[in-house]
């Protein structure tokens, strides 16, 4: 790949760095809905995951890499530690994509050095070159990253880059691992990387930022004035602790800043030629499969994916907006693919027609999921008046959760009321079928219900997050509800959707529940903070 492509490459690392966000893990199932999506949406690579992590987190990469990189398709990339088992397993993994990657990293830092990886520079000086040859003897397209490059020297850090380039990386990436950098610093770095280094011609520039200073997207903007050519970032900006660089607010700053950017990129001013090949109308489905499927709720003030990011509450806006609506929007809702989504699907809609619509959203049900989404669509169709794509998301995003489920919710029923207990009825049934009832009291319907599930799952947790909002607007709405739980310090996240709101609270708990136990099976390694152990096999 040449240095500069002529536009911005997208890499999305929403499976990948966004899904080690607490709470935000995903089965395999939901992550490749998300790739489909995401190859829906254009971006050019798609980091799947760390196959080295786990046998789980190998079969994802790998069935993306079948299922969604093709000849027209994506890159699809995997995370390695600069380890020669992390390596093959990454290389193995992404195999069946026609357009595959290799992403290796270490930590290039004095403070990482020192005190993660017990190393001398000397050291991540002969490893790089070993480890970027490796991974290109086995796949063409690599990309290195010097984790935490903001804080290291910049005398060292242009050593390491030349030395991963002239082993034969492809891609050059420059993390801000701890979100610490500001834009002016951030866009020096990146033009002294291209200044000093004397080799970086052969590579792409790219840049990953986390969002601790909430300057994540600004710094991007710098580095792409100052030659980044890639972008990391997530659905959301979801990610370690606030998150990474927010790929629709990149995305859509490239796209009504266009003549701004331009000249940088060496086009004239006025030139219409798209920045990124982004198709900025999935952002919005984009935002809520992940939304949905992640639990990590999107604040309402959200840049362009926020429930209130196109609304006009004020009178003199509203006002403005309707004689000429360029007084006060800089976007039209349609450019994101937020219009009225309300769809002709009624009472008497065939499942076919249902299912179509289901895979424009971004999903695509497996048979069994389907007659059971069905039943629920025409459950709601005889409750609701008019039925909208957010509600058939929020009915199906249960369905896509949980293909392994250990507990599923049989029935819920609450007594409350302002001189009664509140008191709940639940019933569960296990993996072999086998049924539960039990009745429990709490200090509201919530708690009742709630309490009820705990007593039957006998699974120790503390519920640390509860949240219910409205899916449409109207008394009919579906009530949306995310849970979060915690166990043994990790976070598991349950989201479920129905007009009765303590039903849907009912579903988000046993959902919770279910990625719990999942959870624990699975005990994944962390890409940064679990050492390399030489001789460890991935268990594939
Ligand atoms: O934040 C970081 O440094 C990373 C690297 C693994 C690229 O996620
Ligand atoms: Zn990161």
């Not at 959203?361 to 709601?380: I, N, P, T, W």
Request: net charge negative.
């Amino acid at each position: 790949m040449a240095k500069d492509p002529g536009r911005v490459l997208i890499f999305d690392t929403t499976l990948r760095d966004g899904e080690q966000s607490p709470g935000a893990g995903l089965n395999l199932e939901e992550k490749l809905a998300i790739a489909k999506q995401l190859a829906r949406l254009g971006v050019d690579v798609i980091e799947a995951g760390f196959p080295f992590a786990s046998a789980g987190d190998f079969a994802a990469v790998q069935r993306i890499a079948q299922q969604v990189g093709g000849e027209h398709g994506p890159i699809i990339c995997g995370l390695a530690r600069a380890s020669r088992a992390d390596i093959k397993a990454c290389a193995d993994a992404v195999a069946p994509a026609p357009w595959r990657r290799i992403h290796t990293f270490i930590a290039t830092s004095d403070i990482h050095l020192e005190h993660k990886l017990c190393k001398s520079r000397k050291d991540v000086l002969a490893i790089v070159p070993d480890m970027v040859s490796y991974a290109r003897s086995l796949i063409e397209d690599v990309e290195f990253s010097c984790e935490d490059a903001v804080r290291t020297d910049p005398e060292f850090l242009y050593e390491v880059i030349e030395a991963a380039i002239a082993a034969g990386a492809t891609t050059i990436n420059i993390p801000d691992t701890v979100g610490y950098t500001t834009p002016s610093e951030f866009g020096t770095l990146i033009a002294g990387i291209n200044q000093h280094v004397s080799n970086i011609g052969e590579a792409v520039i790219s840049v990953h930022g986390h969002n601790d200073l909430g300057l994540a997207v600004a710094n991007f903007l710098e580095a792409i004035k100052n030659g980044a050519r890639q972008l990391e970032c997530t659905i959301n900006g979801i990610g370690e602790r606030a998150g990474n660089a927010s790929l629709e607010e990149l995305v859509m700053v490239m796209h009504v800043r266009r003549r701004y950017f331009n000249p940088f990129l060496g086009r004239n001013e006025n030139s219409p030629t798209p920045l990124t090949a982004v198709h900025t109308k999935e952002l919005t489905k984009t935002s809520r499969l992940v939304s949905n499927l992640t639990g990590m709720v999107v604040q309402p003030n959200k840049a362009i994916v926020g429930a209130n990011a196109f609304a006009h509450e004020s009178g003199i806006h509203q006002d403005g907006v309707l004689k000429n609506r360029l007084t006060y929007e800089i976007i039209d809702a349609c450019t994101v693919g937020l219009k009225d989504s309300r769809i002709s699907l009624g009472k008497l809609s065939g499942r076919s027609a249902m299912r179509a619509r289901l895979e424009e959203l971004g999903y695509c049900l497996a048979r069994d999921d389907l007659d059971e989404a069905f039943a629920r669509f025409k459950e709601l169709a005889d409750r609701k008046r008019e039925i909208t794509d957010r509600d058939l998301e929020a009915i199906v995003s249960d369905q896509v959760q949980q293909p392994e489920a250990r507990f599923q919710l049989k029935f819920v029923q609450v007594s409350c009321g302002s001189s009664s207990r509140p008191t709940a009825t639940v019933t569960l049934a296990d993996e072999e079928g086998g049924e539960n009832t039990i009745s429990a009291v709490g200090t509201g319907p919530v708690d009742a219900v709630c309490h009820a599930l705990n007593l039957l799952a006998d699974i120790p947790n503390n519920l640390v997050e509860f949240s219910v909002k409205s899916v449409t607007e109207g008394i009919d709405a579906m009530g949306e509800v995310t849970i979060r739980l915690r166990h043994d310090s990790s976070l598991y996240s349950g989201h479920a959707a129905d007009t009765d709101v303590v039903v849907a609270t009912a579903m988000a708990f046993v959902n919770a529940l279910n990625r719990l136990v999942a959870g624990q099976k699975r005990r994944p390694l962390h890409p940064q903070k679990d050492p390399i152990v030489l001789g460890a096999k991935p268990t594939l």
